[in-house]
T-cell receptor, first 111, second 114 residues
Framework: SQQGEEDPQALSIQEGENATMNCSYK?????LQWYRQNSGRGLVHLIL?????REKHSGRLRVTLDTSKKSSSLLITASRAADTASYFC???????????FGTGTKLQVIP | SAVISQKPSRDICQRGTSLTIQCQVD?????MFWYRQQPGQSLTLIAT?????????ESGFVIDKFPISRPNLTFSTLTVSNMSPEDSSIYLC???????????FGPGTRLTVT
């Protein structure tokens, strides 16, 4: 079963606009990670945010975490056509360090 | 970050046969994870493979169907046994960076069962 749900399921924006994806999860976590996947290929690790962090930046990416609401958001600023991909959140809740994935958001950036 | 390779990258197999997928990591890791991604779906954890012990399987996955070997700290194999079209998926192995807790994935093996 999926630990998290993401919304929207699909998002279509124009190049240059910002894209925001949300992830909600069910149980307490240690870390939350965001990944990108292009056309069914391997997963690219984007960013990890720890449960005691509220916000993290990496280039054009901004991730927030609200543990009281059990939710996280990923903001991609000034989107590019190359950002077209599926984005997944994944939570690490247990002692074995395994992560459980959300349902994913499919982002399309139109040139 | 860890560099992970998988073989084969893709395969087309006949129903009833088995396929063994190899995963190689460029550093020693305690745990390796195997995931499945069915078409259009998210990733689901199959099992956790520890070196020197039996793999731990998630609910819905059994050793007879997905036997795993972990002969050393840099290598693991996953076998998909007695395949059916429902096994058509991308199979990915994964490791966790001990210092950062970031989890990295191999490029995946795209399996099609006809």
């Amino acid at each position: 079963s999926q630990q998290g749900e993401e919304d929207p399921q699909a998002l279509s924006i124009q190049e240059g606009e910002n894209a925001t994806m949300n992830c909600s999860y069910k149980t307490s976590i240690n870390n939350l990670q965001w990944y990108r996947q292009n056309s069914g290929r391997g997963l690219v690790h984007l960013i990890l945010i720890r449960s005691n962090e509220r916000e993290k930046h990496s280039g054009r990416l901004r991730v927030t975490l609200d543990t009281s609401k059990k939710s996280s958001s990923l903001l991609i600023t000034a989107s590019r056509a190359a950002d077209t991909a599926s984005y997944f959140c994944a939570t690490d809740a247990g002692g074995y360090q395994k992560v459980t994935f959300g349902t994913g958001t499919k982002l399309q950036v139109i040139p | 970050s860890a560099v992970i390779s998988q073989k084969p990258s893709r395969d087309i197999c006949q129903r009833g046969t088995s396929l063994t997928i190899q995963c190689q990591v460029d550093s020693q890791v305690t745990m390796m994870f195997w995931y499945r991604q069915q078409p259009g779906q998210s990733l689901t954890l199959i099992a956790t493979a520890n070196q020197g012990s039996e793999a731990t399987y998630e609910s819905g996955f059994v050793i007879d169907k997905f036997p795993i070997s972990r002969p050393n700290l840099t290598f693991s194999t996953l076998t998909v046994s007695n395949m059916s079209p429902e096994d058509s998926s991308i199979y990915l192995c994964s490791v966790v960076d001990r210092s950062s807790y970031e989890q990295y994935f191999g490029p995946g093996t795209r399996l099609t069962v006809t």
